[in-house]
């Protein structure tokens, strides 16, 4: 009969659907009302990756500063002789994101994360990490504290390719 006909593929489509794995309420990253912290790694592993990586912070930069927010841009293999983290608007955030370039060692996931505890932002800043998908020492340091300052987003750009080596 044609009901059954009916409830079978009503069924169905609704398995179909629940293995789609839908999201209700997704946010994006940085889709909140206080400050942006975008931890960004630059080192070596990035290079491979590095237009990805750089137009997914400039995006997010950019929304920032359309939203009038502050931002914290603090890339994880900085380079000798770079200014501290500091927060600062969107719009100079973008400038100082458009200086950062790859550099030829590991990054100091530890040392950014014990330099972004001291800023003291509180929990309702929206954090992202742009990461090189290496497990560097320092991984975990650098989770907890973009966690303590609010809800992480971890953006693998190239997240396709596997990583070759795991430190």
């Known amino acids: 009969?044609?009901?059954?006909?009916?409830?079978?593929?009503?069924?169905?489509?609704?398995?179909?659907?629940?293995?789609?794995?839908?999201?209700?309420?997704?946010?994006?990253?940085?889709?909140?009302?206080?400050?942006?912290?975008?931890?960004?790694?630059n080192s070596w592993a990035a290079?491979?990756?590095?237009?990805?990586?750089?137009?997914?912070?400039?995006?997010?930069l950019e929304t920032a500063e359309r939203r009038g927010q502050q931002a914290v841009v603090a890339p994880t293999a900085p380079a000798i002789g770079a200014a501290p983290l500091r927060l600062m608007a969107a719009s100079e955030a973008l400038s100082v994101a458009g200086t950062i370039i790859p550099q030829p060692f590991a990054p100091d996931r530890a040392g950014i994360a014990a330099q972004l505890a001291a800023l003291k932002i509180g929990g309702?800043?929206?954090?992202?990490?742009?990461?090189d998908g290496v497990?560097?020492?320092?991984?975990?340091?650098?989770?907890?504290?973009?966690?303590?300052?609010?809800?992480?987003?971890?953006?693998?750009?190239?997240?396709q390719t596997p990583a070759l080596i795991q430190l």
Not at 6 to 33: H, Q, Y
Not at 48 to 53: A, E, K
């Open 1 to 41: 009969p044609p009901w059954l006909v009916i409830l079978r593929i009503g069924i169905l489509m609704l398995v179909l659907l629940g293995l789609a794995d839908p999201v209700l309420n997704a946010r994006k990253a940085g889709d909140r009302s206080g400050p942006l912290v975008i931890a960004f790694d």
């Open 47 to 60: 290079a491979n990756q590095w237009d990805r990586r750089a137009k997914a912070l400039r995006d997010l």
């Open 135 to 159: 497990d560097y020492p320092g991984a975990s340091a650098l989770t907890s504290a973009l966690q303590k300052i609010g809800p992480l987003t971890v953006v693998e750009a190239g997240a």
């Open 124 to 131: 309702s800043a929206s954090t992202v990490w742009i990461s």
